[in-house]
């Protein structure tokens, strides 16, 4: 069981927007802004896609945008394309004990 | 453009250590600003933070797994490995490294193209 959760798969068409949800407790997300979310490809290494809940790394699309509120972060991503297609995963920062917890994952499908 | 690989045997028996080591290219492992760390993915599954270590030695492990991780790094070959003692089944995984951003933010990026490991006799 994963310490963050996010649901199991979301979809949407072309050009519309979807949302992602991560939600953690008052000890990861609700206490720390270092919220990252990655997205990967079948048989591929996960890629950052927004770092420190909502910054993007040079080359990542301005479609995909970070937010956070309270212990639940969301990763959106407009004008889907068949390209996002992919299963994203959310990352928190947990403390000076854990430190480190990620989301069970969210299978995108574009339909 | 940095790049890191894992490497090391795809077949591991049970109860034996999983050894593997990740090599930096591109750049160096001995940054300041940086941790580099280990992650995990059972296959069909979602992924698993192993632990992390600064060149200068200092490390954070997952304390569901502290037990049996031993995280290294060898400034003169800019590499840095796992060790995982007593493996089961339960460890057949991809096993990823990636530089972990600690600094400024909690991050991974990039990432190797992992290795998978399969534990079986």
């Known amino acids: 069981q994963s310490a963050l959760t996010q649901p199991a798969s979301v979809s949407g068409s072309p050009g519309q927007s979807i949302t992602i949800s991560c939600t953690g407790t008052?000890?990861?997300?609700?206490?720390?802004?270092?919220v990252s979310w990655y997205q990967q490809h079948p048989g591929k290494a996960p890629k950052l896609m927004i770092y420190?809940?909502?910054k993007r790394p040079s080359g990542v699309s301005n479609r995909f945008s970070g937010s956070k509120s309270g212990n639940t972060a969301s990763l959106t991503i407009s004008g889907l394309q068949a390209e996002d297609e992919a299963d994203y995963y959310c990352?928190?920062?947990?403390?000076?004990?854990?430190?480190?917890?990620f989301g069970g994952g969210t299978k995108l499908t574009v339909l | 453009q940095l790049q890191l690989q894992e490497s090391g045997p795809g077949l591991v028996k049970p109860s034996e250590t999983l050894s593997l080591t990740c090599t930096v290219s591109?750049?160096?492992?001995?940054?300041?600003?940086?941790?580099w760390g280990w992650i995990r993915q059972p296959p069909g599954e979602g992924l698993e933070w192993f632990g992390s270590?600064?060149?200068?030695?200092?490390?954070y492990y997952n304390p569901s797994l502290k037990s049996r991780i031993t995280i290294s790094v060898d400034t003169s070959k800019n590499q840095f490995s796992l060790k995982l003692s007593s493996v089961t089944a339960a460890d057949t995984a991809v096993y990823y490294c990636?530089?972990?951003?600690?600094?400024?933010?909690?991050?991974?990026?990039?990432w190797g193209q992992g290795t998978l490991v399969t534990v079986s006799s």
């Open positions: 990636a530089r972990h951003g600690v600094a400024d933010g909690n991050w991974f990026d990039p």
């Open positions: 591109g750049g160096s492992i001995s940054s300041s600003s940086y941790y």
């Open positions: 270590i600064h060149y200068s030695g200092s490390t």
């Open positions: 008052s000890s990861d997300v609700g206490s720390y802004n270092l």
């Open positions: 420190e809940v909502s």
């Open positions: 990352c928190s920062y947990a403390g000076s004990s854990t430190y480190v917890v």
